[in-house]
């Protein structure tokens, strides 16, 4: 694994190595770097979720495509 540096305010990392200490429990500031990013991005997804889900026509559209890999033979079976 490849290491560096970045540079940050001194307050953010402190923060991060509370949220690591306190939260994570003691992890790595890297370590609770790499969670959050993790949880930024499955926000991201239940975001785009539900904005899916707020329309009507682009929800049911995307419940048909569902329907149609549903109904797939599996292992790529004609």
Same mark, same amino acid.
């Given at each position: 694994?490849?290491?560096t540096t970045i540079k $940050?305010? @001194?307050a953010v990392r402190d923060d991060l190595a509370r949220l690591a *200490?306190?939260?994570l %429990? =003691? $992890?790595t500031l890297g370590a609770a770097l790499e969670h959050l990013l993790i949880e930024y991005r499955? *926000? #991201?997804v239940? +975001? /785009?979720f539900a904005r899916l #889900? /707020?329309?009507?026509? *682009?929800? %049911? @559209?995307y419940q048909g495509e569902l329907d149609v890999w549903d109904g797939a033979p +599996? %292992? =790529?079976e004609s």
């Open positions: 694994m490849t290491l $940050v305010q @001194s *200490a306190d939260d %429990g =003691g $992890v499955k *926000a #991201r239940l +975001a /785009a #889900r /707020a329309d009507p026509e *682009a929800w %049911g @559209s +599996a %292992g =790529g």
